[in-house]
């Protein structure tokens, strides 16, 4: 059964970090681009980050370049998503999901989805 496992979430301050991780079992992913989306109560769900297989392309939309960074590790078969310096705005639950393409960050592109995790943003 192939399924994507989500982890990390929580309540923190703004200004604060969290890393969230992002756990494959029944396949393997060095075979696929690996994305996180996020989305917020009402909000149509978004990408936030997308890495290649290789792990030398990755993708950030402005809201959060400069402040996200994600990264691979395919011997654990993991993908993690470190978000620092987080805003009230960055409330969400948070996807990764598991596909081909990391050029637009589009739901499309991305076959396999974890059930997410939830990070708040608040004081």
């Known amino acids: 059964q192939l399924q994507l496992v989500e982890s990390g979430g929580g309540l923190v301050q703004p200004g604060g970090s969290l890393r969230l991780s992002c756990a494959a079992s029944g396949f393997t992913l060095d075979y696929y681009t690996i994305g996180w989306f996020r989305q917020a109560p009402g909000k149509e769900r978004e990408g936030v980050s997308c890495?290649?297989?290789?792990?030398?392309?990755?993708n950030y939309p402005d809201s959060v370049k400069g402040r996200f960074t994600i990264s691979r590790d395919n011997a654990k078969n993991t993908v993690y998503l470190q978000m620092n310096s987080l805003k009230p705005e960055d409330t969400a639950i948070y996807y990764c999901?598991?596909?081909?393409?990391?050029?637009?960050?589009?739901?499309?592109?991305?076959?396999?989805w974890g059930q997410g995790t939830q990070v708040t943003v608040s004081s």
């Open positions: 999901a598991a596909g081909s393409s990391c050029l637009r960050l589009r739901r499309g592109d991305y076959d396999y």
């Open positions: 890495i290649g297989r290789s792990g030398s392309g990755t």
